[in-house]
């Protein structure tokens, strides 16, 4: 427990919460740092496919990434307006779910976390692969380095979004300020220089053209640059995060993030053909990265690049923090709709919600061992799921304004309306038809694998739904409560020998109904133990029953039943039963004394058999059966000791 | 459960006792694999305390073995008394109980704990040893190989002692009759040849001498060859295990085990001498151990030399097996006494003492990990114990004749009683004095660890005997039931929302007593959840109170309690307090209900408040308090599943 506090932190209060929500100066780093960090591979992505066009590529970045920065554009307006129509959260679970219904929730939801899932393991594996190109004595522990960090981002958010955003805050404005100051100097040079600067340090000539330009290829240079803009929906998943009010906020957030994210894909794509920087084969050796190149032929290899890279690379490592800020959000909009486990609808110690953190934590390091943190493989399943929420999120509030133009009475709110509609008309088409490139382009790659998952995880939350239905079917009711009058239950105390502890849970039996039965059991060590329930015979006798005849009571029962198994519950549980059909309209009590454990050590120095016969009983018992636990101190404690603990 | 079933078989019941207890044919490899084990590293570690004389040596072997087999014929004869006047159980323990005193008991009882955890280490990876020093390409696997090994003896034993005495069984006569026929051909070739038999394959010659004969060198050498000696008290120590009649079936298990010891060790030390093998350094390339030497120089390098050599690997291995059935026998025995954790005293699934046979395992394990599996440095520590052990009991046999010399009468009588005196006062005097040159000769090398660790493990037994002696203060009482006629508990009824379950708890609880307070809590999933309260609220008023009031009862009262921290314990415990303090005379019984998981998923789909409270409840709720639990299923499970899963 105090090692919990100090790595966390003390636990919070409900009325901190409003502290613990975050402004938009945090919110960028919370928040942003996958669609930040998506501007070092994104272009880099869309540059790989056209690799087969040689130094020619160059000339078509531009009809690439023009939809791409169009799409941001859509992207941008149309989120704004998803916060403003839904500003407790707008994610695309919550959106689809008020306008397109639950199955289209879910597949929003599945995708979602899916792609949360995905993007903790990318990023993380893909920083650490980078930073592993840079240093290669580290290239053996890459996956020691990649749970590391992990491990690292999953305490961060732990402890609460406002200390990730904070320790997080230097990182994400150093790479801010970096390459938008070496893209302000580039963009500089080049019109300096009348369009063809000469780099500081040339960048390594394009290989030579294999192939000529066709439209496929273009495609699957679209498709793979659109890896560019995942993360951008964070903003609106994350909306509770805000500290009030949330809608300006959330607003400064997400312009923010798609004002750099924009900048620097513009930037980037321009300077990349002024400088001829093209990608190369990661593969191979002496590979730089479309970044690297870049930075080099602007600034040169100084200390001014040295900070750039590695504000890219801790950008990229921490990209996965985006995730841990949002899936425990999304998660808990769907446990609330029981749709997940209810536990990750639970806000925990620090007011965040700790299962889900686990939960995504868990998954993302098994993910992470699986493929050794090695993520070539687990790129293509991923840019699948961002743009399958972006057209159900756009697709939503298509229909969101349909629903709200039949409400509308004024003409200037119809008008507003309809401009909405038709910016949401676009925006699901265009990132329709660009998931409809994304999974052809990538289907072979390993698009197919995240098709196949995704029905699965929907079955998965369906089966979850049905439980808790079933549940409440079996428990729920809104009758009077029941008063019938019925006679007191047959009370089993079970002993082993006459003690304190014994006295006080027959005193408790006694004051709870009139039949009260000692059970106590032999051979329960082995053979050859029979002596000390002769002295128990004898105890009863004298102790027990002729004080209650002396008090005019019935006295209670003592019981012997052999355990040939050397185990309580086979024998208890038959008598149970037998008790049962002989007394068809009574409860069954089962009163077990208890020595309470004070300290870890004594666990070695007790049987547990009454904790296993609870157990044994609890599963089987029925509900005629209800358990009562009279607990023994080796010391009496004091309450006030528990309500430490607790702080 | 069903994987415990197939690796151990099935739970055996108490009368089934008998047929699970050994014979003598059994007891050999139950309890002889340590003695006879010692046979392939006596003799050896007697030669190698004498390399320094070079060829010279081998004329004393017979100066340092005559006092060993002298040694070896007086434990037979003293134990053969032991068995007989202790036949339930004649180990150390109870003869220096009986006889010494607790203190004494508590120091055989640590040395034997500790002789019996050294040898299952020494002896698993002294066995692994020769088996990759003659397999060299199995030398980076000696821990695993240590370690798999251990695992196996373990499950055998956890089987029970008939099953490993029957696995056993092969390699140990397979053991015997190999080296019976091998030292047997070996003299008859001696005598034929007129004392200077021509070996088969000439063992390697000495290395020369560098070093005079000194008294010293001698004691040094009888030191180590007493190593040939652990584990010839198996048999004492396990009598309880043997079939009846338990005497004769001990006396046969223990003459075979000392007669075959004899004669391998006088064989071996003849026919060194004959064939002038000598010890070589086992540090240095080529080295052969002195059975290894000696089996080629008789019979040559054959079939019949591997079948011998990996017979006395295997036994060497399964050495630790005498551990495993002697070492559970006397933690029962300490247990029983409150020495050790009473657990160590039940007997488990398979009717063997489990739970000492998995502290052994791990204790053992723990040594071979610690140690990496090799052993150079755990076998200076290792013959204390025994004959510290060995000492002891003679010791405590001795104060037993004195003490029957008293109470017999008849001269006859007297007269046996005044042998079996002269007999036990000899080998206390040479096992005492075999201690003392134990002790100095092997101090430096690591006996001082042994020597320290014993108070350590004194210390450790009387604590928990401490323990138990409060425990027990704290519980026994032997007086009659108290039957103070106290007002009826005030019932805390602890609810989430109105549903069957609380319907049920209630009705329970309104059977219990008149005042009962269904308490609730507030902004338990964080903060923002209040809404359902107010629904709490009006069913209260309309589900409980108006039925409750109809009825002409008390209706019981809805108390809503802030959960600041997201926590029911904290709230919960302070209401406790307050309750207590108003209320000095009265308990107070908490009532629980509890959804009951059937399936392990069923723990990721439910919080675990319930199970939390309760566990803070016990721990510092104070024995004013009850706990009750009202079990909810999502289906009503038969008591007939229970019964089934028990056997």
Redesign the interface.
């Known amino acids: 427990m105090p090692l919990l506090k100090l790595l966390l932190g003390r636990?919070?209060?409900?009325?901190e919460?409003t502290a613990r929500k975050i402004t938009a100066f945090e919110g960028v780093p919370a928040m942003g740092l996958d669609g930040l960090g998506s501007s070092s591979y994104g272009p880099e992505a869309a540059l790989t496919a056209m690799m087969p066009l040689g130094a020619a590529g160059l000339a078509y970045i531009g009809v690439v990434m023009l939809p791409i920065l169009v799409l941001l554009v859509i992207l941008y307006v149309s989120y704004r307006q998803t916060i403003r129509a839904y500003p407790s959260n707008g994610g695309a679970y919550t959106v689809s779910k008020a306008n397109l219904g639950t199955n289209a929730s879910l597949l929003a939801a599945s995708a979602l976390m899916i792609d949360y899932v995905l993007n903790v393991a990318v990023g993380i594996s893909a920083g650490v692969g980078a930073l592993t190109s840079a240093l290669p004595p580290l290239q053996p522990y890459t996956l020691s380095l990649c749970l590391g960090i992990l491990l690292l981002v999953t305490f961060m958010n732990l402890r609460g979004t406002v200390d990730a955003g904070r320790a997080w805050a230097l990182p994400t404005y150093l790479f801010v300020a970096s390459f938008l100051a070496i893209v302000a100097l580039g963009v500089y040079k080049t019109l300096a220089a009348g369009g063809h600067p000469s780099p500081v340090v040339a960048p390594p000539s394009a290989a030579p053209a294999t192939e000529a330009v066709t439209l496929w290829l273009l495609m699957r240079s679209f498709a793979a640059g659109c890896t560019a803009m995942t993360g951008v929906e964070a903003v609106s998943n994350g909306v509770s995060a805000f500290r009030e009010p949330v809608v300006p906020r959330a607003y400064r957030t997400l312009g923010a993030i798609c004002l750099i994210l924009g900048i620097l894909l513009a930037g980037i794509s321009y300077l990349a053909r002024a400088y001829g920087v093209s990608a190369m084969d990661q593969t191979q050796e002496g590979y730089q990265s479309v970044l690297s190149q870049l930075t080099g032929a602007v600034i040169g290899r100084g200390v001014l690049y040295y900070v750039a890279i590695g504000s890219a690379l801790a950008i990229l490592c921490l990209s996965a923090n985006t995730s841990f800020v949002d899936f425990p959000r999304v998660c808990r909009l769907v446990a609330q709709d029981d749709f997940l486990?209810?536990?990750l609808?639970?806000?925990?110690r620090r007011?965040v919600f700790s299962v889900g953190i686990l939960y995504l934590a868990g998954a993302a390091g098994l993910l992470l061992i699986a493929f050794g943190g090695i993520t070539d493989r687990l790129i293509p399943l991923f840019a699948i799921g961002a743009f399958l929420t972006f057209t159900l999120s756009q697709l939503g509030m298509v229909f969101h304004w349909l629903a709200e133009l039949k409400h509308a009475t004024s003409g200037r709110v119809r008008h507003g309306h309809r401009l909405s509609l038709a910016i949401n008309i676009v925006g699901a088409s265009v990132t329709g038809v660009a998931l409809g490139i994304i999974v052809v382009a990538k289907f072979v790659e390993g698009a197919w694998i995240t098709v196949l998952v995704i029905p699965c995880v929907i079955f998965l939350l369906k089966t979850?739904h049905k439980?808790?239905a079933?549940?409440d079917a079996?428990?729920?009711?809104?009758?009077?409560?029941?008063?019938?009058h019925?006679d007191?239950?047959i009370v089993l105390l079970l002993i082993e020998e006459?003690?304190?502890?014994t006295?006080?849970g027959?005193?408790?039996a006694?004051?709870?109904s009139p039949d009260v039965v000692a059970v106590s059991f032999m051979?329960?060590?082995?053979?050859d133990t029979r002596e000390q329930h002769k002295k128990l015979r004898r105890?009863w006798s004298?102790?027990?029953e002729?004080?209650?005849r002396a008090?005019g009571?019935k006295p209670p029962k003592l019981m012997l039943l052999e355990?040939?198994?050397?185990?309580i519950?086979?024998p208890l549980?038959?008598l149970?039963?037998q008790i049962?059909k002989e007394n068809r309209d009574r409860?069954i009590a089962v009163l077990l004394p208890?020595?309470?454990k004070?300290h870890w050590w004594q666990y070695?120095?007790?049987?547990h058999r009454s904790y296993r016969v609870r157990r044994?009983l609890?599963?089987?018992?029925?509900?005629r059966?209800?358990?009562?636990?009279?607990?023994?101190?080796?010391e009496?404690?004091?309450?006030?000791?528990?309500?430490e603990?607790?702080a």
């Open positions: 636990r919070l209060a409900n009325e919460h486990p209810r536990p609808a639970v806000v925990g007011l979850i439980y808790y079933e549940l079996q428990l729920r009711e809104d009758g009077p409560l029941h008063l019938t019925a007191p239950p006459w003690n304190r502890l006295d006080r027959l005193q408790f006694l004051g709870l051979d329960l060590q082995g053979p105890q004298s102790n027990v002729q004080p209650a008090a009571m355990a040939r198994y050397r185990r519950t086979e549980l038959q149970i039963a049962e409860l208890q020595v309470v004070e070695l120095l007790h049987t044994a609890l599963r089987y018992g029925g509900s059966l209800v358990l009562l636990t009279v607990p023994g101190y080796l009496e404690p004091r309450i006030e000791e528990g309500l603990e607790v």
